[in-house]
């Protein structure tokens, strides 16, 4: 099929994949969908191929190889500006980066999605993004900081209806008054 027919294709079946646990099978269909959407100047689709694929490698616990799929989506990404597109790559990048403990890098990237996403700062993505750069900041031993992104990701979750991200806002702000102490 044409590239722009093959992404779609390649996209479902890779979803489908990938929500069965079958992540080799599902990298292999988001690897042929990202190069049909790039072929065919889908960008947005390419993009979200990329970061569908780190997602699987971060599921299968390889890292490297999850930042370099997010680093191909944020090469097609950056010159467009768009949030829809950048702020996935960035805030994943980050959340990767931090849990190898590569502190300053996930940091800038998380700081740039927060930058990407403030426009949008009554979305869902802005408060997964509170969400990444509150854990950096719990690792980080900023307790403070945490507790106050925490809250705020608890406040926009609850205007929005978002119950999973309002609970998890709460998750992280008990995480950040324990280690203020307050019980």
Request: proline share 3%; net charge negative; aromatic share 6%.
């Amino acid at each position: 099929p044409h590239p722009s027919v093959a992404a779609s294709v390649h996209g479902f079946l890779a979803t489908r994949d990938y929500n069965s646990g079958n992540f080799a099978q599902a990298l292999e269909q988001f690897d042929q969908a990202f190069c049909a959407a790039a072929a065919s100047g889908q960008v947005i689709t390419a993009v979200v191929m990329a970061v569908n694929a780190g997602t699987s490698y971060v599921a299968l616990n390889d890292h490297d190889a999850a930042l370099e799929w997010l680093q191909r989506g944020l090469d097609l990404a950056r010159p467009s500006r768009w949030a829809i597109a950048l702020g996935p790559c960035l805030r994943q990048m980050g959340e990767i980066l931090r849990a190898m403990g590569r502190l300053d890098a996930a940091q800038a990237l998380l700081d740039e999605a927060m930058e990407v996403y403030a426009p949008l700062r009554h979305s869902r993505n802005y408060g997964s993004v509170l969400s990444a750069v509150g854990d950096l900041a719990l690792m980080r031993g900023d307790s403070a900081r945490a507790l106050s992104l925490f809250s705020q990701q608890v406040e926009r979750a609850q205007q929005m209806g978002q119950t999973d991200q309002a609970i998890e806002g709460h998750i992280g702000t008990a995480h950040a008054q324990l280690q203020l102490g307050d019980d």
